[in-house]
């Protein structure tokens, strides 16, 4: 069976609530895995807590919060995924429901600690993978007060989605990779300028696929944004 994205939703909200939820558009297929990754600034702590049920990978806190968590679906999964968090956080949150992935994280890696007005993320290098054929997933979030900050990225990954709440100057940015051999992973995106603020963060999580990707997997064009003012 070939690895592909088969649904995703995305959603985020300005400093205000303690919750945010998002609804895929079908109910996920029995197996299948659903990713989500999340990013939180603000009040502190800017910690955001994964949906109930589901298993937490890496994360970052560098004042901006970024994290991932993923979840095999079951019978009559619920369509509508839940982050929480405390009063006066902006939130960001995509989710995607993935066939052909094994449902578990393989390697992952976060960076360090950043300073403000930087204009390179690293992604922190994972460990060897365990198999050729995975699926890499690099999240950023940062303070900004504009869209399409991104200019480049490393080591072939391609952007899948971006959501901003400009308003808030707080933005989410998630890209994958097919990988072909079991070599460490990290991924570096070149930003052009954006707003003085909370340091950058980014981390780089390869998802154990069970057989060989399906190019369709990577988008090329057409990406997904979303912007709220």
Partial sequence: MAATVVQRAGNDTYYGGTSLSTTLGATPTVGNTLVLVASGMGASPHTVTGPSGWTAGPSANNYDFIGIWTKVAGASESTTVTTTFVTNLCCIMLVYEIAGLTGSID???TCGTLGTGITSLPSGTTATLAQATELAVVGATFAA?????????????????????????????????STASTAAQSCTLTLSPYDDGPAAIIATFPLVVSSVFDQSLIRQQAVNRSYTY
């Fill in 145 to 177: 007060a504009a869209g399409d900050l991104i200019t480049a990225r490393s080591g072939g990954y391609v952007r899948q989605d971006e959501r901003a709440n400009l308003t808030a100057h707080s933005y989410l940015d998630v890209g994958f990779l």
């Fill in 107 to 109: 390697k992952s890696a």
